[in-house]
């Protein structure tokens, strides 16, 4: 029930589409962020509207709350969240980073901190916190953590992550692995690595062990790829990773100190993994990272980014630095013009930037719904973009016509 | 292009239409409160789907933010948000009794101290406080207060309020009153009615000024009677404010110390007004209170209940205590049910209570959305079937096969 056909191709970026018994997913995809069973504050049928294909659920927070017995025993994720189409599940792997070394050394997937916000693009769960004391324990077998709800005590293992996965029952799931921090040294980013590649084997594994009839071809499993931003543990990674049995692939951890380091990591990985499967970056998706991921060879992604942003009242908008507008500014008080002129989606079409601003000032919990409309939206309408570019051969040029003349540098284009 | 018709009655309950430039009224008829410009967590759309007609939006808030001038800039409240439909606004009057002797006396309309939830039944806008200082005073001009968002000092006359609601620019607009507290002694109850009553001249002279050619017939005002739990002051003051040109009536201010005494208000109160205009009771709308006033022949009232209620997590349904389910009560953690059997809102026709549960425990925006969406819908439904007894002329029944075996106490039915 899955298949995944590369229909046309622009240098290195691909477009095609990934079937799975959800529908099918046209790539290059954005994947909506729903860690908890749902899209912070946008309905199944507005998520539909907008265009939004698959959604990512996050294996550790469903297992905390309300568990994944419950889930599957009201019939699996689908229809505890009414959500119809294609569904992932996270693996728990980022979380068990943000809880452990992420805490300890206070960073994100990318070293440097950004400002709050920015730091959310790269956190896959929603509970990056400050530096501060670890809280997981990791050793061959697999990972242990403290509850950030409630200070109980889990264990993961990757046979543990699949059971919970198969009774969540997305469509697409990935591994248990271990995320390591852009503080790591060498020699633990490799320690990690290799168990990780353990793990891999194991959670294969306890997939094909769990694939009893009804469930054989209902899920597609992906592995993971790490390594830090060391080029021959990332090599190695995705060598290892994509020798075993996987449906697909993502590249996860730490990618870096800088964004030039994430394109390295892209560019050593990527073309060491299958043509004929899909490649999934995991909790990037600024637009700029998105064109440069894509021309890259990148099928999917994931971010919270746009909803997240949108909460914090930063609205997608191609006039505006860093294509972020500040709803809140005074400078909207009575602008009677739509987020962004021209914009088709619901936002846009029925408020002015002014009514939007009066919803954030009023703190009223429609202004997170319209803004997260609005900003998912956009994301969308920049993935049609770029998946009608490449079918006709201008990734190139749509990338400048989106990101010539931006103030934040430009992130270099892969070698021809 | 305002009319009131009466198209049936049972006993002295009755069923009609109300016709405002923004469409038309079936009544009896709930009104929901957007506060702010915004039904808290749903959409026009939603609202529309519920089968909501009609929305009260508040002066008091709208002149505080975003400002009068600014929405009639923008085309006027309907447009500003994105509402079509008929709209109301109500005065301040309640908002400033709640900031002055609601706050000093701890008190709502009705004197006994409710929990909180059930406070909220009868609190106008949304900004009662407990006990403490007034930030009120009232004087002949008018009343001078403290904005409860920046202590800025601002001053309310009739006129004023009557300017502001030109430029809001709602269908239906109600007069400035003194809102006394069910602690008020006689003397000072009779003061402040005497002074809404010269206060409601007033407001009628500043309508008839500013009735321009654009506005003369596009907004309605209402007068608002007053005279606290005091028979003879409800009977004067019914008397005074019927006598004078509004086109519709409410009934407001402190509906005494128990609902038996809020029944009787309404027994006193609505005999001496007009039978051809229409009756709002401001503020009023626990299930058995619509009953109570329906049946003495109210035509509309507005309550923050079911939105409120919903947003705390507590759902309408007819098999719970008092109407309400708790839906974060363990007890529904796995319960595959909709809210309500048989309910066909949206909410009911796709997720299950253990979903909504999770969603409230996980602090998820979507709950708030998906509980107001029923609340709201178990109202209007409510509201559907009083209207179709009124045309049997089987009030009575339908009143016992919502209310009987209910363990609160029910209301006396009026004198026939």
New interface residues.
């Given amino acids: 029930m899955f298949q995944f056909e590369v229909m046309a191709r622009d240098g290195r970026a691909r477009t095609g589409r990934l079937i799975t018994p959800h529908g099918a997913i046209a790539t290059p995809a954005f994947v909506a962020v729903g860690t ?3 899209v ?4 199944p049928e507005e998520l539909r509207e907008i265009g939004v294909q698959v959604i990512i659920a996050n294996t550790y ?1 469903l297992h905390l ?2 568990g994944e017995d ?1 889930i599957e ?3 699996g994720l689908h229809r ?3 959500w119809p189409g294609p569904l992932m599940t996270d693996s728990g792997g980022f979380q068990v980073f943000s809880l452990g070394a992420g805490k300890e050394h206070g960073v994100g997937k990318i070293a440097p901190i950004f400002p709050e916000e920015e730091a959310g693009l790269h956190d896959r769960g929603g509970h990056f916190k400050a530096r501060g004391t670890p809280l997981v324990r990791v050793d061959e077998e697999g990972v242990e953590f403290i509850s950030h709800l409630d200070g109980s005590r889990h264990r993961f293992t990757p046979e543990k992550v699949i059971q919970i996965e198969r009774k969540l029952g997305a469509d697409i799931i990935l591994v248990l692995d271990e995320c390591t921090s852009p503080l790591h040294d060498y020699a633990y980013t490799k320690e990690a690595m290799e168990r990780t590649h353990r793990w891999a084997v194991r959670a294969l594994e306890e997939f094909e062990r769990t694939a009893d009839g009804r469930r054989a071809s209902k899920q597609a499993l992906f592995g993971i790829v790490q390594g830090g931003a060391y080029r021959d543990l990332r090599e190695a990674s995705a060598r290892f990773i994509s020798s075993l049995e996987f449906q697909g692939f993502a590249i996860g951890g730490s990618l870096g100190k800088s964004k030039q380091e994430m394109l390295q990591v892209l560019e050593w990985t990527i073309p060491l993994l299958p043509e004929g499967k899909p490649r999934h970056l995991l909790g990037i998706g600024e637009i700029e990272d998105i064109f440069a991921a894509v021309e890259r060879g990148i099928d999917m992604f994931d971010c919270v980014a746009p909803t997240r942003m949108a909460r914090n009242g930063a609205l997608f908008s191609r006039e505006a630095e860093a294509f972020r507008l500040r709803i809140r500014n005074a400078h909207f ?2 602008d ?1 013009r739509p987020v962004e002129e021209g914009c088709r989606c619901y936002t846009c079409r ?3 930037r ?2 939007l ?3 954030f ?2 703190k ?3 202004a ?2 319209l803004a997260t409309i609005h900003n998912l939206f956009f994301l969308e309408e920049l993935m049609r973009q770029v998946r009608e570019a490449i079918r006709k051969g201008r990734l190139a040029e749509l990338r400048k016509e989106w990101l010539s003349g931006r103030t934040k540098p430009m992130l270099s284009s892969p070698e021809p």
Wanted: hydrophobic fraction near 40%.
């Fill in positions: 908890q069973a749902t912070k504050a946008v309905s927070h709350q309300p419950l025993e009201l019939g505890f969240m009414n008080k009575a009677p029925n408020y002015s002014a009514y601003r009066h919803l000032e009023a009223e919990l429609l997170m719904r």
